[in-house]
């Protein structure tokens, strides 16, 4: 029987009116989508020009007979929907029959398609059918765009360079493979393979194929479920930042989506992990009841709306937020064999680099299984607490050289200081019965009226933290008494800034926003800097404290505090391994 059936009058109302055929990367997208709904396992794509010149899409799946390859280029022909109810319970990945009618009406269209017997080959050249004909049989189908937008002037100007057409179809076939590892893809541009998978169905191995090694050694297992959702995959170190979101790889049953509650909650798993402006790498699947799932808010099918959102975006950052915390290293200094050199991963944020990462892809053969020497230097964070460290001096007045029986470490003084005073200040913070000191000189601050009375509105805040604080005459505040914890050389100008800071954020006053930037500031400013002499005493107790935090990686705002270089790579440094 014919898989093809013609989609009902009430369904095809019901599906907003044809997706948009925009872009090389949408006729890609819908030709590769066909593919897997065909149940390929090998899937290959060949552009000419980024897909400017030609876009072809060839595969191993089920293919068509005569009947179904022509009926396939009709308007409402879908093999995946067979009642109107249906709709709500898609599995597959494409739903609209209209994508292959469409594109065929703005283009020249060359299949060949073979189900098993005899092969068939359609031509059809903007919409109208030239030739249908017998052809030698290989099963699966080979589908070839040329000329797009031949027809239509109008939309052809909208089409973008070759640089940006093909960037977008390798964006699309990366994340697609990331959906999907237990298919192989195959991106080629101009006969040279940008991307290139192998359908191991090993989500790392994906990872290293798309990524690179440096990438693949540096991800963290995911995994966690309650009633409605099951979370897998992997998450990226902290020490291996991109400059945007792109690489935010997020699947909702093995499909590719983008939702702007599931990134914040990504991305805030990370607060203070990283500084602003950087972003993971991620791949995360998010199974669930199909049910939950509405999929047809949006035309391309990326945007999604689900019910228990609430509960989802929670149960990711909790589980990211503690993968981050159970697993997190000091960043390892890598020893780059063919540079010779020494670099950081965070001296050297992996800024994406598409030239390098072609090559990296090419090289497909390193072995995963052969990096995993990894592992013996993971240090948890729990044992991380009962670290000893041994400082050796200090580097220009702003480093700590330090070691132990397992390496060597570089920290940088301001950082850790700093995030050992924010994690004290969180802390007092809480507390119940703040302590305070009467100031010897209480500090008087003339305010003009509106910042007067903004500060006014909101100094509780400040008293519950044990500032003693009273009116003063006209505009006046005179500050009295400070918490206990704020140092003697934090009086001044400096608590003139903890006044400012009430002011500022005034607009909106959200007391927790207020309170973390208030540790931000004050962690800041009580630390000691760059530049500042420190005895061997104060290096050993500021080691001790940091290894102490719950954070030891990081000052507050994500820059790091402590770089690890092995024993073993040191000697790897000096040649005294090969
Ligand atoms: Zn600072
Ligand atoms: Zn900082």
């Not at 299949?111 to 049989?137: F, N, P, R, W």
Request: aromatic share 8%.
């Amino acid at each position: 029987m014919s898989k093809i059936r013609i989609m009902s009058e009430n369904l095809a109302n019901k599906i907003a009116a044809g997706e948009v055929v925009e872009k090389c990367a949408s006729v890609v997208k819908e030709l590769v989508e066909n593919s897997i709904d065909a149940g390929a396992s090998n899937i290959k794509v060949s552009l000419v020009d980024g897909g400017l010149t030609g876009i072809t899409v060839s595969d191993n799946g089920s293919g068509m007979d005569k009947e179904d390859a022509v009926l396939s280029f009709s308007r409402h022909a879908t093999s995946k929907i067979y009642k109107d109810d249906d709709l709500f319970f898609i599995e597959t990945l494409g739903f609209r029959g209209e994508a292959l009618a469409s594109i065929a009406s703005v283009s020249e269209v060359n299949m060949d398609t073979c189900s098993g017997d005899v092969g068939t080959h359609v031509h059809i050249k903007g919409g109208v059918l030239d030739e249908v004909s017998a052809t030698s049989a290989r099963k699966g189908t080979t589908i070839s765009i040329t000329n797009l937008f031949y027809n239509t002037p109008a939309r052809l100007k909208y089409l973008k360079s070759e640089a940006t057409e093909l960037n977008n179809c390798v964006q699309f076939i990366e994340k697609l493979a990331l959906s999907r590892p237990d298919k192989a893809f195959t991106l080629i541009n101009n006969d040279r393979v940008v991307v290139k998978t192998s359908g191991s169905n090993n989500l790392l191995k994906v990872i290293h194929e798309i990524y690179g090694l440096n990438v693949s050694s540096n991800m963290l297992e995911i995994k966690a479920s309650s009633d409605d959702f099951e979370i897998t995959g992997f998450v990226g170190k902290p020490g291996i930042l991109k400059k945007n979101r792109n690489h935010f790889n997020t699947f909702v049953n093995g499909r590719i989506i983008r939702n702007n509650e599931i990134n914040r909650a990504i991305n805030d798993a990370y607060y203070t992990y990283k500084h602003e402006g950087f972003y993971p790498i991620v791949v995360i699947n998010i199974a669930t009841d199909p049910t939950l799932v509405d999929v047809n808010i949006h035309p391309t099918k990326q945007d999604i709306k689900m019910s228990k959102m609430d509960v989802l975006v929670k149960l990711l950052y909790e589980t990211i937020k503690e993968t981050l915390y159970n697993n997190l290293l000091i960043p390892n200094a890598i020893v780059d064999e063919k540079l010779n050199d020494v670099k950081t991963e965070f001296i050297e944020p992996a800024i994406y680099d598409k030239d390098t990462k072609v090559t990296e892809v090419i090289q497909t053969s390193l072995d995963l299984a052969s990096d995993n020497s990894d592992e013996d230097n993971i240090i948890k964070n729990v044992s991380f607490k009962r670290l000893k460290l041994y400082p050796i001096g200090q580097v220009h007045g702003t480093y700590i050289i330090a070691e132990n029986e397992d390496g060597m470490f570089i920290l940088d003084q301001h950082a850790a200081h700093e995030r050992i005073n924010y994690e004290m200040i969180k802390k007092r913070f809480a507390d119940e019965e703040p302590t305070y000191t009467d100031m010897l000189i209480p500090m008087s601050i003339e305010l003009n009226t509106s910042d007067f009375e903004m500060f006014m509105a909101n100094k509780q805040v400040l008293e519950n933290l044990g500032f003693k604080i009273e009116e003063f005459g006209i505009n006046t505040i005179i500050i009295k008494g400070h918490p206990t914890w704020l140092t003697k050389n934090f009086e001044g100008d400096n608590l003139k800034s903890i006044v400012d800071l009430v002011i500022t954020n005034n607009r909106n006053f959200n007391k927790d926003r207020f309170l973390d930037s208030l540790a931000k500031m004050i962690s800041c400013k009580m630390s000691v800097k760059a530049n500042e002499h420190l005895s061997l005493e104060q290096m050993e107790k500021l080691l001790d404290d940091l290894v102490k935090c719950d954070n030891p990686y990081n000052c507050c705002h994500g820059r790091p505090s402590i770089m690890k270089f092995t024993s073993y790579e040191l000697e790897k440094m000096f040649k005294r391994v090969m």
